[in-house]
């Protein structure tokens, strides 16, 4: 599917990977909506900037794992683009959550986000575009959910749950939407991570390098518009850490 003319939605868009991919799609000609929860500030400035890029651009806060806020979303995405063509599920929460002091509200809380989301987004806007005869959704999942490290099981074991969802939305909505996911490697380390676990990623990469967020966005571009034949696919963009 060319991007040129069509609209996509970016969750979590605002900053670091999602910007990227918001960037990615406009420079392909495709209107943008960049959602946000608490980066309003980022979020603005970024449609200013997709704005000179000569597409249309819109900001919209929600927060993905509520239902109501996803009616909302797609209801001001609607208005001002008509219909949304690409989805992709980018937001994500990543908290640190060792085992011995888990509890049931990080479990519910990484769920919510980094699963449900995903899922009520894929349905309000999979649905829609199974009605009009076309579409794409990109999910975005992690490596390490085919194999995890310690510390960090609610947000893996959704990043799993994000694997096999691809591929049952891919059935649902077949033939004329695809779903597809990216699994990322070491892409843009999180704020507070130690240098030494930033050093330790690199080094489990076989290329010995981290990536780009901008290696993401080029991913995304191509499950969009470089094949219509790939869908229930899950494609792996994280320097070989995998088979590392
Ligand atoms: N960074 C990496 O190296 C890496 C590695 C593997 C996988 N990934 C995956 O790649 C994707 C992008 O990574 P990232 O590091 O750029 O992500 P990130 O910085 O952790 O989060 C991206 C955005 O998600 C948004 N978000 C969180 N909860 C939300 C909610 N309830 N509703 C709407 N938006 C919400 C936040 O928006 P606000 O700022 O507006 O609150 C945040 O800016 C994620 O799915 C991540 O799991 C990343």
């Known amino acids: 599917m060319k991007l040129e003319g069509r609209t996509a939605l970016v969750t979590g868009g605002a900053v670091r990977v999602g910007s990227q991919i918001c960037l990615e799609l406009a420079r392909r000609g495709a209107n943008v909506v960049v959602n946000y929860r608490s980066s309003a ?20 806060q929600a927060d993905v794992s509520r239902a109501a806020d996803v009616a909302l979303l797609s209801r001001e995405a609607r ?4 219909q949304v063509d690409v989805l992709v599920n980018n937001a994500s929460i990543y908290p640190r959550t060792p085992l011995n002091t888990l509890t049931e509200q990080e479990w519910d809380d990484s769920i919510a986000v980094n699963l449900k989301g995903p899922f009520l987004c894929s349905l309000e806007f999979g649905r829609r575009m199974a009605d009009v005869g076309a579409g794409a959704i990109v999910n975005v999942t992690d490596w390490a959910a085919y194999r995890p490290y310690v510390d960090y099981l609610p947000y893996l074991t959704a990043k799993g749950g994000i694997i096999t969802m691809t591929k049952a939305f891919a059935r649902e909505l077949a033939p004329k939407v695809r779903v597809n996911a990216i699994a990322p490697g070491p892409i843009s380390p999180p704020p507070d991570l130690p240098a030494e676990e930033i050093e ?5 990469t076989l290329l010995g390098h981290w ?3 901008e290696d993401i966005a080029a991913a995304v571009a191509f499950l ?3 094949s219509d034949f790939i869908t229930g696919a899950i494609l792996s963009v994280d320097g070989g850490c995998l088979i590392a």
Do not use: Y
């Open 41 to 60: 500030g980022p979020a603005a400035q970024l449609v200013h900037e997709l704005g000179s890029l000569g597409t249309g651009a819109l900001a919209v």
């Open 79 to 82: 208005a001002a683009f008509g």
């Open 200 to 204: 330790e990623a690199r080094v489990g």
């Open 211 to 213: 990536g780009s967020p």
């Open 224 to 226: 969009v518009e470089g």
